[in-house]
């Protein structure tokens, strides 16, 4: 009985707060934008801080040092692989967190049909990419992300 009070009485001081804290679809985003943080955070230290991107052949490394892409001449291949990979993880980061800062405070936002596929197309190319282009653990991680985002998409599109 009195359970049934309080919740009346939270549902009636915080009706919209209310409603969206039990929601599934809310829980499932923040667990599916937990993967890009977590690979995105792991990523970048991995590029500043350990030897995880550098080749099995040492020889390799001291060419992409010396060595130029076409486009210019006022990087090499090496400046290049460390931004490329800075700017993936902090593309990661920055996708997971606006998710999670979108579910945590602002889902309505999230039940946008644009912001919606937009999310959801986001997810499936990096799903695509960890399949074609890098390994287990970053495909893992984004089936992860993929299947909390098309649950949640699915139980905001037909609810």
Partial sequence: ????VSAGLTSFLYPES???FF???????????LPFIVLGTIHLI?????NKFSSRNKL???EMKTTFPVLTKETTMWKAWLGFNASHSLGAIYIGLINLTLALQYFPVLQNPVV?????ITVLFYLWLAKKY???IPFKGMLLAACCFITAAVIILFS
């Avoid at 009985?1 to 049934?4: F, S």
């Avoid at 929601?23 to 934008?33: F, N, Q, T, V």
């Fill in 1 to 4: 009985m009195l359970a049934g």
């Fill in 134 to 136: 890098w390994f287990s």
């Fill in 23 to 33: 929601m599934l679809e809310k829980y499932l985003w923040i667990a599916g934008s």
């Fill in 18 to 20: 209310y409603k969206i």
């Fill in 60 to 62: 390799m490394d001291e």
């Fill in 116 to 120: 919606l596929m937009l999310n959801i």
């Fill in 46 to 50: 991995y590029t500043f801080f350990t």
